[in-house]
């Protein structure tokens, strides 16, 4: 079965860095689209990175040029490294493909706060 499980989230002060990971099962893995998403209190699930089957990128404007998304299609992994943290980057974030597929994983906590 479809299954995506988020790791590496954390409380990190305003400039810090985090690295997360995704391991996607139960999917063509190399062939998907992959994204990361992330929901903030109150606000709605939004698509923040992408990355097509061939290593394309694409970025939201809010984190273009802090954020980076790879991907290991040995590992069925993909990867957000996030950079120059800033408090608007507080959310639960997800991976999903892209198109986002049911059902969502648990997610991976992310606070940035002094």
């Known amino acids: 079965q479809v299954q995506f499980v988020e790791s590496g989230g954390g409380m990190v002060q305003p400039g810090g860095s985090l690295r997360l990971a995704c391991v996607a099962s139960?999917?063509?893995?190399?062939?998907?689209?992959m994204g990361w998403y992330r929901q903030a209190p109150g606000k709605q699930r939004e698509l923040v990175a992408r990355i097509s089957f061939g290593g394309s990128t694409n970025y939201a404007d809010s984190v273009k040029g802090r954020f980076s998304i790879s991907r290991d299609n040995a590992k069925i992994t993909v990867y957000l490294q996030m950079n120059s943290l800033k408090p608007e980057d507080t959310a639960v974030y997800y991976c999903?493909?892209?198109?986002?597929?049911?059902?969502w994983g648990q997610g991976t906590q992310v606070t940035v706060s002094s």
């Open positions: 139960g999917i063509p893995f190399s062939i998907y689209a």
């Open positions: 999903n493909a892209d198109p986002a597929r049911a059902p």
